[in-house]
């Protein structure tokens, strides 16, 4: 069994920053991408960011320039830094964790979610 476990979301105002972050524990596979998806209310689940196990990265592009993942090894954990946040950036954000992970693909394991609240 795979556990992901998000943590970091919260409530913050418009040109807020937060940083998510996404433990993975248990049977992890060796050389696996984490990625980031979320959901708003009413919305289909999108793929935001994902990074693979040596570091290469992918973004939408509705949050290039101002969201930047990144990983530890050490840690087994995957970060979301989200500068500049806006309204629409309001959704359940979720890990997860895949051998690849793309926007195209349905990644494997997921947690469970973490709120995040961009008031205007």
């Known amino acids: 069994q795979v556990q992901l476990v998000e943590s970091g979301g919260g409530l913050v105002q418009a040109g807020g920053s937060l940083r998510l972050s996404c433990a993975a524990s248990?049977?992890?596979?060796?050389?696996?991408?984490m990625g980031w998806f979320r959901q708003a209310p009413g919305k289909e689940r999108e793929f935001v960011a994902a990074i693979n196990w040596s570091g290469g990265s992918t973004y939408t592009d509705s949050v290039k320039g101002r969201f930047t993942i990144s990983r530890d090894h050490a840690k087994n954990t995957a970060y979301l830094q989200m500068n500049s946040l806006k309204p629409e950036d309001t959704a359940v954000y979720y890990c997860a964790i895949d051998v690849v992970v793309v926007p195209t693909t349905t990644p494997r394991y997921w947690g469970k979610g973490t709120q995040v609240t961009v008031s205007s």
């Open positions: 248990g049977n992890t596979f060796s050389r696996y991408a």
